[in-house]
């Protein structure tokens, strides 16, 4: 046993180095490892590690250390400087949690210039075919999602769902009156422009008066729900969408599963069922913003008292037609909902895959509600409506 020490103080850093057999190395520090009680000098480190041979383990003793700062580093660095060189293992159990971080920081190299090896060229055919089997992945992953949403509005129906009452509720304050302000705005200028772009048109023919039915039409069987449900997929399903990813990160969903929970059933099944409730509440309120939009051109600008465009309104706005947007709502609620939540389900295991999930989730909501309303519109049309 060899020990290092330059005063006698209680408080002045320690090294013994202590063999419990010719193999193993112990290394004891004690006292206070700080620089204004001053550091050992240690010839002796080398003499035992490289010296004497023999060493294939070294493991480290800090009962007896009373306080320490990152002057310690440059002991323990030199130690597993000379430990790699020789190839020693460590074992770094006995030292304090904080020194064990710190040395993990300090032996960190950066990567060297041009060390990766260059990117391989890819064919273009295999790009094609891992794109493909990457897309039919998510399609799988998007049916099994599907799947087990509909297995969770069935236990809905039966009474058997499992989640907080509380976090429908908010959810349904969330996405309905706290939606208000920006659909509002956005409706009031959608019916603004479509009663602007018509003006222009019908003075030519002095058919002003129809700008009450373009409006009144195009808000309720097009524009209403299909504003209302994009405006609800940057603003909704984007939220959705980050909130379950930051559960995933943090390993809170795979608590739940612990738990014995259902993911879709304690996250995804309030968030869809509010969002579905809400989006035909929205709908008409944009239907009527919009048309309060359009009447603010129709009467500002092209002539036409209040009661006339009123009346036109009225005489073009038809039930069906506010079905038809009616429908749409509930589906464009249920996409921007799903479309959230999956990719929220989705998401990996840091932070910049949740925003991925965000970007992907609004995505994906945007391009299924132009798909499903260019469906709808073919249906109604074979049906006549």
């Given amino acids: 046993m060899s020990e290092i020490s330059t005063v006698t103080d209680t408080d002045?850093?320690?090294?013994?180095?202590?063999?419990?057999?010719?193999?193993?190395?112990v290394v004891r520090l004690s006292g206070a490892w700080?620089?204004?009680?001053?550091?050992?000098?240690?010839?002796?480190?080398?003499?035992?590690?490289v010296s004497r041979g023999g060493i294939?383990?070294?493991?480290?003793?800090?009962?007896?250390?009373s306080s320490w700062d990152s002057s310690i580093l440059t002991f323990l660095a030199a130690v597993v400087d000379i430990s790699s060189k020789k190839r020693i293992e460590i074992n770094k159990e006995g030292l304090p949690e904080g020194v064990v971080k710190l040395l993990a920081l300090a032996s960190a190299v950066p990567e060297k210039k041009d060390a990766r090896a260059p990117v391989a060229h890819v064919p273009f055919f295999s790009r094609v075919g891992e794109s493909a089997l990457g897309h039919l992945r998510d399609m799988t992953e998007m049916v099994d999602f599907l799947g087990e949403t509909f297995l969770a509005f069935l236990k809905l129906g039966c009474g058997k769902a499992r989640f907080r009452r509380i976090d429908l509720m908010l959810f349904i304050q969330d996405c309905g009156a706290r939606a208000l302000p920006i659909v509002s705005l956005i409706s009031v200028l959608v019916g603004l422009i479509l009663a602007f772009v018509g003006a222009v048109q019908l003075k030519l023919f002095g058919a002003q008066i129809y700008v009450a039915d373009l409006v009144a039409i195009g808000m309720t069987r097009e524009m209403g729900a299909m504003m209302s449900a994009i405006i609800m997929a940057g603003r909704t399903g984007a939220s959705y969408a980050a909130q379950i990813g930051t559960m995933q990160v943090n390993e809170e969903v795979d608590a739940l599963q612990t738990l014995g929970l259902s993911p879709i059933e304690f996250l995804v099944l309030p968030r869809a069922l509010a969002?579905?409730?809400?989006?035909?509440?929205?709908?008409?309120?944009a239907d009527f913003m919009g048309i309060l939009g359009?009447?603010?051109?129709?009467?500002?600008?092209?002539?036409?008292?209040?009661?006339?465009y009123f009346n036109e309104t009225k005489h073009a706005?038809?039930?069906?037609?506010?079905?038809?947007?009616?429908?749409?709502?509930?589906?464009?609620?249920?996409?921007?909902?799903?479309?959230?939540?999956?990719?929220?389900?989705?998401?990996?295991?840091?932070?910049?895959?949740?925003?991925?999930?965000?970007?992907?989730?609004?995505?994906?909501?945007?391009v299924f509600i132009i798909v499903f309303d260019g469906l709808f519109a073919v249906i109604f049309d074979i049906l006549g409506i």
């Fill in 34 to 49: 700080s620089i204004e009680h001053g550091l050992p000098r240690t010839p002796e480190l080398h003499q035992e590690m």
């Fill in 317 to 366: 706005i038809s039930l069906i037609g506010c079905l038809t947007g009616l429908i749409k709502s509930v589906v464009f609620g249920f996409i921007v909902a799903l479309s959230g939540c999956m990719r929220g389900m989705q998401c990996g295991r840091s932070s910049a895959a949740v925003g991925v999930a965000t970007t992907s989730a609004v995505v994906t909501a945007i």
């Fill in 275 to 285: 969002l579905v409730l809400m989006m035909p509440l929205l709908c008409l309120y």
């Fill in 12 to 25: 002045t850093p320690k090294v013994v180095f202590d063999r419990l057999d010719p193999e193993n190395l």
């Fill in 56 to 65: 294939l383990r070294v493991s480290f003793d800090t009962n007896e250390l």
């Fill in 294 to 308: 359009g009447g603010l051109i129709g009467v500002g600008m092209l002539g036409l008292s209040p009661v006339e």
